[in-house]
């Protein structure tokens, strides 16, 4: 389901303006209702049920800061496209994952649980997002006018990052960035999201967590600025998926997490953090999990024998391949094996005497 596109635009002008039979305006009939805030400096959409359950606020704070408070869980694939001309933009993603991607951007790459994502984009580029079906998502995304960041916070940009004070005075575009939130934006994220507050103390209250949420993005990636640090470009997302389609390659003779860095040309410490990152464990962890997918695979087929499918997975041998696989899936490679075929003689043909036409596959061996 692809929904109606939003712009920064379209939300400040929305807020505290109750549209039309409370249905968001030029959104489909099936999208869901808004109802204005207390403070009457935003609006609530409630999502219908044939796109999810939940929904979102969107509070416009002050002259600088807007933000967006997610509480939802789609009932079915959702693509949806954001433009935010002239804001920096930071999404502080506290529960659950989606898939973003920019204008002319190569693959997909995760707002990811943990982690906020920051961007400023060139006018009139837009971010596409994709929302899985049933998969809880709790975020706040933080809008940052840049034009009145001096006026109205009285911060010398000056004193920024590079990355952010060229954003903000020539807007030199900032491609996705990902920096991990810590404890304190985590806390703030939450706050925002958990918010007990009503009218103008819950705007107030809002403010304090958006500069909260702010500043540790901020701060995150000025620790990180050097080449080992933790912020993850588009180049290096590309060199970590790459890295895990080397290790989908060479499971019979995997390559060591130094190795792996060196072919991919990152260090060892960026390449664990992007796995970290991306596929939410360690080289190890990681290479563990492809390898036993593919033995699931192979086991099932069932032209192969176990010794062969553990070499092939690179275990140094079928009893330690054995241990692995049933800790993973709890039954061992035999009895998926069996399991597998029963389900194929269950789906054959009858001949004339109601039996199951003969089964051609590999042997029933450890």
Same mark, same amino acid.
């Given at each position: 389901?692809?929904?109606?596109?939003?712009?920064?635009?379209?939300?400040?002008?929305?807020?505290?303006?109750?549209?039309?039979?409370?249905?968001?305006?030029?959104?489909?009939?099936?999208?869901?209702?808004?109802?204005?805030?207390?403070?009457?400096?935003?609006?609530?959409? /409630?999502?219908?049920?044939?796109?999810?359950?939940?929904?979102?606020?969107?509070?416009?704070?002050?002259?600088?800061?807007?933000?967006?408070?997610?509480?939802?869980?789609?009932?079915?694939?959702?693509?949806?496209?954001?433009?935010?001309?002239?804001?920096?933009?930071?999404?502080?993603?506290?529960?659950?994952?989606?898939?973003?991607?920019?204008?002319?951007?190569?693959?997909?790459?995760?707002?990811?649980?943990?982690?906020?994502?920051?961007?400023?984009?060139?006018?009139?580029?837009?971010?596409?997002?994709?929302?899985?079906?049933?998969?809880?998502?709790?975020?706040?995304?933080?809008?940052?006018?840049?034009?009145?960041? /001096?006026?109205?916070?009285?911060?010398?940009?000056?004193?920024?990052?590079?990355?952010?004070?060229?954003?903000?005075?020539?807007?030199?575009?900032?491609?996705?960035?990902?920096?991990?939130?810590?404890?304190?934006?985590?806390?703030?994220?939450?706050?925002?999201?958990?918010?007990?507050?009503?009218?103008?103390?819950? /705007?107030?209250?809002?403010?304090?967590?958006?500069?909260?949420?702010?500043?540790?993005?901020?701060?995150?990636?000025?620790?990180?600025?050097?080449?080992?640090?933790?912020?993850?470009?588009?180049?290096?997302?590309?060199?970590?998926?790459?890295?895990?389609?080397?290790?989908?390659?060479?499971?019979?003779?995997?390559?060591?997490?130094?190795?792996?860095?060196?072919?991919?040309?990152?260090?060892?410490?960026?390449?664990?953090?992007?796995?970290?990152?991306?596929?939410?464990?360690?080289?190890?962890?990681?290479?563990?999990?492809?390898?036993?997918?593919?033995?699931?695979?192979?086991?099932?087929?069932?032209?192969?024998?176990?010794?062969?499918?553990?070499?092939?997975?690179?275990?140094?041998?079928?009893?330690?391949?054995?241990?692995?696989?049933?800790?993973?899936?709890?039954?061992?490679?035999?009895?998926?094996?069996?399991?597998?075929?029963?389900?194929?003689?269950?789906?054959?043909?009858?001949?004339?005497?109601?039996?199951?036409?003969?089964?051609?596959?590999?042997?029933?061996?450890?």
């Amino acid at each position: 389901m692809i929904l109606h596109d939003r712009t920064i635009e379209e939300m400040l002008g929305c807020a505290g303006q109750p549209g039309e039979a409370g249905r968001w305006r030029g959104a489909t009939a099936l999208e869901g209702r808004r109802e204005p805030l207390v403070s009457g400096h935003g609006f609530r959409h /409630r999502y219908d049920e044939a796109v999810g359950d939940g929904g979102w606020e969107f509070h416009q704070l002050d002259d600088a800061f807007s933000m967006a408070v997610v509480d939802f869980r789609a009932a079915c694939r959702i693509s949806r496209s954001h433009r935010h001309d002239d804001h920096l933009v930071f999404c502080a993603m506290i529960q659950g994952r989606s898939t973003i991607s920019t204008e002319g951007g190569i693959g997909g790459e995760e707002l990811a649980h943990g982690f906020c994502t920051f961007y400023g984009l060139p006018r009139g580029d837009a971010v596409h997002t994709v929302y899985e079906p049933h998969r809880p998502l709790r975020y706040v995304s933080i809008f940052l006018r840049c034009d009145r960041v /001096r006026d109205v916070l009285g911060l010398d940009v000056q004193a920024l990052p590079a990355i952010f004070r060229d954003y903000i005075l020539h807007r030199t575009p900032i491609d996705l960035c990902h920096v991990p939130l810590g404890s304190g934006g985590s806390i703030a994220a939450t706050q925002a999201l958990d918010c007990p507050y009503e009218g103008e103390l819950r /705007r107030l209250y809002l403010i304090a967590k958006s500069i909260e949420i702010v500043c540790a993005a901020i701060q995150a990636y000025a620790e990180g600025a050097d080449a080992d640090g933790p912020v993850m470009r588009r180049a290096d997302i590309g060199k970590v998926r790459l890295a895990r389609q080397v290790i989908e390659e060479n499971l019979a003779e995997p390559l060591s997490v130094a190795e792996l860095a060196a072919a991919v040309g990152m260090t060892v410490k960026k390449l664990q953090y992007g796995f970290q990152v991306l596929f939410r464990g360690s080289v190890g962890q990681v290479y563990k999990q492809v390898r036993l997918s593919k033995a699931m695979v192979l086991v099932s087929k069932g032209d192969l024998s176990m010794i062969d499918i553990a070499i092939e997975c690179g275990y140094e041998c079928p009893g330690s391949f054995t241990r692995a696989f049933k800790l993973a899936f709890g039954a061992s490679p035999t009895l998926v094996r069996a399991m597998a075929m029963q389900a194929v003689l269950a789906e054959r043909p009858r001949d004339r005497f109601g039996q199951a036409q003969a089964f051609v596959g590999g042997p029933l061996v450890n």
